[in-house]
T-cell receptor, first 117, second 117 residues
Framework: GAVVSQHPSRVICKSGTSVKIECRSL??????MFWYRQFPKQSLMLMATSNEGSKATYEQGVEKDKFLINHASLTLSTLTVTSAHPEDSSFYIC?????????????FGEGSWLTVV | SQELEQSPQSLIVQEGKNLTINCTSSKTLYGLYWYKQKYGEGLIFLMMLQKGGEEKSHEKITAKLDEKKQQSSLHITASQPSHAGIYLCGADMGFNAGGTSYGKLTFGQGTILTVHP
């Protein structure tokens, strides 16, 4: 079964509103989680590193005020897309490393489709 | 920055045929992950390779990392329609002093595999 879970899997929101996506590690604690964005027929692009108890680290070109990340517990990170616009419509996916696995296996969530209308 | 090049970009095979997908890095690989993705869904972890010359197998899928740790291949034997999907290789972007992965990956552009029954 899934070890990293995202919610919601699909969300539609109106332009100008904010939407929150949750990423949970189910069987392990993750001090660090990662958020990626995937455009249609393209690969994953790392957006930011979510750090439990501290500020997220954003990749170059990613607006931190638009994509708010909160990692309030060792099993939950949230990505909030603020003042969403149609160009924010995309597939967002998170990952976490399970330190208990051999080789530090990195697991991904099921992804969340965001459509801004 | 590390760049991964996957080839081929797409592949169409008849059921029962063997196939190979390659992943070449511009820098030495310290952790190479293979994932499978159905479009619009999460990434399914396949295998992780770290050591030069390492080879791992799971069911009909074998992944290898070359001795120089700059190239990896994924080989599927006797392909089935269930193997269809997008195959992504991801390179670990670094380890801390203790040898623990940060968990942050950079991805190749993906290989779209179609298996005709």
């Amino acid at each position: 079964g899934a070890v990293v879970s995202q919610h919601p899997s699909r969300v539609i929101c109106k332009s100008g509103t904010s939407v929150k996506i949750e990423c949970r590690s189910l069987d392990f604690q993750a001090t660090t989680m990662f958020w990626y964005r995937q455009f249609p027929k393209q690969s994953l692009m790392l957006m930011a590193t979510s750090n439990e108890g501290s500020k997220a680290t954003y990749e170059q070109g990613v607006e931190k005020d638009k994509f708010l990340i909160n990692h309030a517990s060792l099993t939950l990170s949230t990505l909030t897309v603020t003042s969403a616009h149609p160009e924010d419509s995309s597939f967002y996916i998170c990952s976490a490393r399970d330190p208990a696995t051999s080789g530090n296996t990195i697991y991904f969530g099921e992804g969340s489709w965001l459509t801004v209308v | 920055s590390q760049e991964l090049e996957q080839s081929p970009q797409s592949l169409i095979v008849q059921e029962g045929k063997n196939l190979t997908i390659n992943c070449t890095s511009s820098k030495t690989l310290y952790g190479l992950y293979w994932y499978k993705q159905k479009y619009g869904e999460g990434l399914i972890f396949l295998m992780m390779l770290q050591k030069g010359g390492e080879e791992k197998s799971h069911e009909k899928i074998t992944a290898k990392l070359d001795e120089k740790k700059q190239q990896s291949s994924l080989h599927i034997t006797a392909s089935q329609p269930s193997h269809a999907g997008i195959y992504l290789c991801g390179a670990d972007m670094g380890f801390n002093a203790g040898g623990t992965s940060y968990g942050k990956l950079t991805f190749g552009q993906g290989t779209i595999l179609t298996v005709h029954p």
